[in-house]
């Protein structure tokens, strides 16, 4: 995993934050919870377009089933194109989007999973102490955050 224009990092999973967790060593686990309510970061994008909806989300249930069947430790060992891989980047290199039930500052970082042959993107932020990844937003025209060249 890698922040945008920072050295490569390796996530560190220690027995002590995972004995804050109630499940301890189990898979990752996901959280709808707090996507955002802007609709050009969630599903309300593809309002209009039924069959588009349709295909991403048949691209992401994919992504999810892979993500659900893998640890942390699993997914930081994936590369980013990999599905179940990620990278990571800080919240203030994201477009301005409002979080709710999520205390979020500008250097959370933010796993970013690509799906749909890596023309959409799922990005959440991890739970401290548990498995749990918060879907904060859908990335899928590329203007979350600049994407490189």
């Known amino acids: 995993m890698r ?10 999973f220690s027995e002590e934050q995972a004995e804050k967790c ?3 060593n189990s898979k990752i686990m996901l959280s709808f919870g707090c996507v955002t309510s ?8 593809f309002k209009k377009d039924i069959r588009k909806n349709l295909n991403t989300r048949e691209a992401l249930d994919e992504l999810l089933e892979k993500i659900t069947s893998l640890t942390w430790a699993e997914a930081s060992n ?3 194109h990999e599905i ?6 800080p919240f203030e290199q994201m477009t301005p989007i409002q979080i709710n039930n999520l205390d979020i500052t500008k250097d959370t970082g933010i796993y970013v999973f690509r799906f749909n042959s890596n023309a959409c993107r799922l990005c959440g ?3 401290k102490y548990c498995n749990v990844l918060y879907i904060i937003a859908y990335d899928f025209s590329f203007k ?3 994407h490189g060249s």
């Open 84 to 89: 179940g891989g990620f990278e990571l980047i």
């Open 38 to 45: 802007n609709k050009n970061y969630n599903f309300r994008y």
């Open 22 to 24: 109630r499940v301890p």
């Open 125 to 127: 932020v991890k739970d």
């Open 3 to 12: 922040l945008k224009g920072k050295q490569q990092i390796t996530p560190k």
């Open 144 to 146: 979350l955050y600049k």
């Open 78 to 80: 994936l590369s980013k």
